[in-house]
């Protein structure tokens, strides 16, 4: 275990030029969002809970037929997620709202990727198998992916799945986006397409959200003030408006900041060309050629 | 004093209890191969972490900490009292990690693919930072553990039947590389440390990125510091712990001249993780979650009593200092103290905001995971006793 | 006898006349049909009155339910098949709507900029092609009357607001896919329906059709029989 000087101090000199180098930026953390990213908006008080968006979604994407595709009796009893076989589903709440005769009046909420603007899932994901792409979408490339499902971990809405029941090639499954229909001209994801009311409308995100508060500005009493997923751990593309509290609606409340933003500035100012590491393996050789000294002085000493 | 090779009987009855434990976690890795995650774990899309990544990972790589705080307080700041220690410490850390990605390998879903990262880089990614580090670190617990195979086979490697035309072949490799070692060790050692620093505290930033789903008295952006100090502070600890297990099962002498003085440290050490605990609960205003008597905030109160205050109120007395079941109590109770911080971090804390979602790990996680400690030890015991590992100063009685 | 043998003889040459001749069609159905198929050209610009305001704007121009010429529409346009084609087109009836609600204004809740144009002018004049990104506050066809149709058949707890309340979904061409031998048995046939129709049958299962236990008093020979039902004594091959 002998630290020779001239090692030491050649190592010493790049450790320290590395150091010199530290960027200034480093620690400044920016939005990586695209720039002009397409959206949908979903308007809550539309929705009548007709589940086509699913038949077209599992349509679309090559997923099993959804349960019941014609029956709405009894699928709406149990609370249900999206899945590995169904990239989005609806679900019912009744949350005290009356109509005009007292009957209940059920709120139905569509729930499927909201392909956030600064993605945790695509901040985690290892090998950079997700990524945001210039149109919004959060896509998954399955050639890259190793199974980690640190991205499951990530994401806030709940929203990848995972093929548990496949041993070897299992894959994350979560909505598309549809982006092989939206990466082309004048294309709309599936659900869009499909959907009676209009309760959702794809279009620039941008656009939506004034459109969004433009609906909340004309009518102040029909819709809860608040577009959500305009702020929401950073903005996402999916936007919602609605009559009832979203937390009310399983649509979790959520800080403005960006998930990634707090992990990805502190690996960015500790790491960025790997100062801090070079910076302790220089302090920790000075210290060990030190000791080093100082007991071959006692051992000399010792002899002498 | 050299460390030696303990040349005793290896098949005792606990050996034989450790390969039932092996059977079965062999047949559930199996199970998982054949039928999927799904078909031997209680994991869900809510919930997509558990005893694996919990306990094979996370609590693994932490109790692994001894390693590279033994090799930094003997080698680094030459305290060459502790040497002793640095072998077993060396070998728990070599075996402590290759479980590590042993576990992994389990857990990930397309367990083929484990090299992508070498290629795929997302360096926003701490688990990246993470899984670069520990594979490195692997290699160069792998380096150091180098020389205490070649000083045990160098000069008389031999090998059997067919192969023993390598025989001098293998031997030269021995020789060479641990002339070459020998000279640029100091490299490993230091590298050894700073990678370890680097990975104790991103795995606590891996869920940094969650931070609605863990449970407010665990989420602090201070937890990757809180990772690292509690690495630091288990370090020593898991060492006496382990040592004292095998010195035990083994009717050796303790090195109480060692053990003695590394509490010392540890008072300091854990000292700081518990203030850094204690002030960011204050800063943080967490406290007032302390007693809502539920089982994670629970957890939180047992791990942090139990586990933190109470071995550091009793490593403070002389009397426990110096005798050998109060270290080792003492010492237990940390090493169950930062095992239960893992487990509450990546498990218990953890909480899907959207689904009601109740964790108990399956039977075949269980199995997985007590098969791969259970092989860990027999490992283990297999080295200390054909390699030269343990000092074994005087037996006890024979 | 001659006359009964040119009776057959003309009988026999004015068969394929009569067959070629045209088939009966309802006037205002061929109307409907021509009409759904048109595309009007688009307005970018209406005015945007208050509902009040537009009642009584339309009650100056002295329109009324007279004026209603076309008893029927075929809600149906180009513009919704582009995007996809899943059910019948509705057969709505307008002079029917106009005389109920007798306010022209809770449809026609606008009319174009354009002085010259129609004071009711077709909901597709407006309505179009959904999300079109220069009028993105403008619902598209389908939508619009969706969202007319069933708003106000809830509001008035009046018609139908569920999907096949409105229209017959496109059912495929049966003859294409049962697949039967001749002369096949009832079992045959039940087995192939449920080749396809299982959640249909599933469902059938819960239902009274078969679970009903209980007085029969339309079956024959069992009028008096208090326990007599699919549920207890009556076959079901199903």
């Known amino acids: 275990m002998k630290l020779t000087r001239r090692h030491f101090f050649k190592f010493m000199g790049a450790a320290g030029a590395s150091v010199a180098a530290l960027p200034s930026s480093a620690s400044a953390w920016e939005s990586k969002a695209p720039p002009d990213p397409y959206g949908c908006l979903v308007d809550l008080t539309r929705c009548v809970g007709c589940r086509k968006c699913e038949e077209a979604c599992s349509e679309v994407n090559g997923l099993p037929t959804p349960e019941r595709p014609n029956c709405q009796c009894t699928i709406f009893e149990k609370k249900r997620r999206p899945d590995e076989k169904a990239f989005t589903v609806v679900n019912r709440y009744f949350t005290g709202k009356l109509d005009a005769f007292d009957n209940p009046l059920p709120t139905f909420v569509k729930v499927q990727c909201m392909h956030c603007q600064d993605p945790a899932c695509v901040s985690a994901c290892i090998v950079g198998a997700l990524t945001k792409d210039e149109t919004g979408t959060v896509r998954y490339d399955v050639s890259k992916c190793i199974g980690c499902r640190y991205c499951m ?152 | 004093m050299r460390a030696r090779p303990l040349n005793k009987k290896f098949w005792t009855p606990g050996v034989f209890v450790m390969l039932v434990f092996m059977i079965a976690g062999a047949i559930s890795i199996i199970a998982r191969f054949t ?73 990930i879903g397309r367990s083929w693919a484990i090299w992508k990262p070498m290629v795929n880089w997302n360096t926003n990614s701490v688990l990246f930072e993470v899984a670069m580090c520990v594979m490195v670190y692997l290699n160069v617990l792998y380096i150091e553990f180098f020389p205490i195979i070649a000083e045990q086979f160098k000069g008389r490697v031999n090998l059997p039947g067919l192969l023993s035309a390598l025989n001098g072949l293998v031997d030269m490799i021995l020789k060479i590389g641990d002339a070459i070692l020998d000279k640029i060790m100091w490299i490993f050692i230091i590298l050894g440390v700073v990678l370890s620093c680097m990975h104790q505290s991103s795995l606590g930033s891996l869920m940094l990125v969650a931070p609605t789903k863990l449970h407010p008295l665990w989420y602090t952006p201070i937890l990757p510091l809180l990772f690292l100090t509690s690495a630091f502070a288990v370090g020593y600890p898991m060492v006496v712990v382990e040592t004292t297990i095998a010195t035990s099962s083994f009717k050796l002498d303790a090195e109480m001249n060692i053990l003695t003085p590394l509490t010392r440290v540890t008072i300091f050490l854990l000292g700081i993780y518990l203030l850094l605990k204690i002030g960011d609960m204050v800063v943080r205003g967490t406290y007032v979650y302390l007693f809502d008597g539920n089982y994670q905030t629970n957890s939180f109160v047992i791990e942090l009593l139990f586990g933190v205050i109470m071995p550091w109120v009793m490593l403070l007395f002389e009397r426990v200092r110096h005798s050998r079941t109060g270290i080792f109590t003492a010492a237990s109770l940390i090493v169950g103290g930062v095992a239960l911080n893992r487990i509450n971090v990546f498990i218990v804390g953890y909480q899907p905001p959207l689904s009601e979602n109740v964790y108990f790990p399956a039977p075949g996680e269980l199995m997985v995971t007590l098969g791969l400690i259970a092989t860990l030890m027999f490992i283990y015991r297999f080295a200390v006793t054909y390699l030269p590992v343990l000092q074994a100063p005087k037996e006890v009685s024979t | 006898m001659i006359k009964r043998i040119i009776f057959l003889v003309t009988c026999l040459i004015l068969t394929p006349v009569l067959c070629v001749a045209e088939v009966w069609k309802a006037p205002d159905q061929e109307r409907a049909k021509e009409r759904a198929k048109e595309v009007v050209p688009f307005v970018t610009e209406y005015k945007n009155d ?93 939508a619009a009357y969706h969202q007319q149709c069933m708003a106000c058949h809830q509001e008035q707890a009046k018609g139908p607001v569920d999907c096949k309340g409105c229209h017959l979904q496109n059912v495929p061409d049966h003859k294409e896919l049962v697949n039967l031998p001749d002369n096949a048995d009832p079992f045959q046939v039940t087995a192939e329906c449920l080749r396809c129709h299982d959640t249909q049958a599933e469902d059938m299962l819960t239902t009274a059709h078969w679970l009903w236990k209980g007085p029969s008093p339309y079956t024959t020979g069992h009028r008096k029989d208090i326990m007599h039902g699919k549920g207890t004594t009556a076959l079901n091959n199903y």
């Not at chain 1, 971990?153 to 092989?180: G, L, N, Q, S, W």
């Not at chain 3, 009324?64 to 087109?89: A, G, M, N």
Request: charged residues 20%.
């Open chain 2, 35 to 107: 039928g999927g995650i799904g078909y031997v774990t209680n994991l869900s899309n809510a919930r997509p972490w558990g005893l694996w990544v919990g306990v094979d990972v996370a609590t693994g790589v932490a109790l692994a900490a001894g390693g590279f705080t033994t090799a930094a307080l003997a080698h680094i700041l030459g305290k060459h009292l502790y040497e002793p220690i640095t072998r077993p410490a060396l070998l728990t850390a070599v075996l402590g990690y290759t479980f590590v990605v042993l576990g992994l390998l389990v857990d």
């Open chain 1, 153 to 304: 971990v990530a994401c806030p809405f709940e929203i990848p799945a995972y093929e548990y029941h496949d041993p070897i090639t299992p894959r994350v499954m979560k909505c598309t986006f549809c982006y092989d229909r939206i990466s082309k001209d004048g294309g709309i994801p599936g659900c869009a397409t499909i959907c009676p009311t209009e309760a959702l409308t794809f279009g620039k995100r941008e656009t939506l959200l004034k459109v969004a508060n433009k609906k909340l500005k004309d009518n102040p009493g029909k819709y809860i003030q608040h577009v959500y997923g305009e702020r929401e751990v950073g903005g996402t593309s999916w936007l919602y408006i609605s009559a009832i509290p979203f937390d009310r609606l399983n649509l979790p409340v959520l800080p403005d900041t960006p998930s990634p933003k707090l992990s990805e500035t502190i690996q960015h100012s500790l790491f960025s060309y790997l100062w801090s590491p070079l910076a302790l393996f220089g302090v920790l050789g000075a210290v060990m050629s030190k000791s080093n000294k100082t007991a071959e002085k006692q051992q000399n000493k010792g002899g002498a």
């Open chain 3, 50 to 142: 208050d509902q009040i305001t537009r009642r009584i704007s339309l009650m100056d121009t002295g329109i009324s339910i007279q004026d209603v010429t076309d008893t029927y529409f075929l809600l149906d346009s180009p513009i919704i098949k582009k995007r996809e084609d899943h059910y019948e087109p509705v057969r709505f009836s307008h002079k029917r709507h106009a005389n109920l609600t007798n306010d022209c204004s809770k449809c026609h809740h606008y009319r174009p900029k354009d002085d010259t144009a129609l004071e009711t002018t077709r909901c597709s004049a407006c309505h179009q092609d959904s999300f079109n990104p220069d009028h993105p506050e403008r619902i598209g066809l389908k």
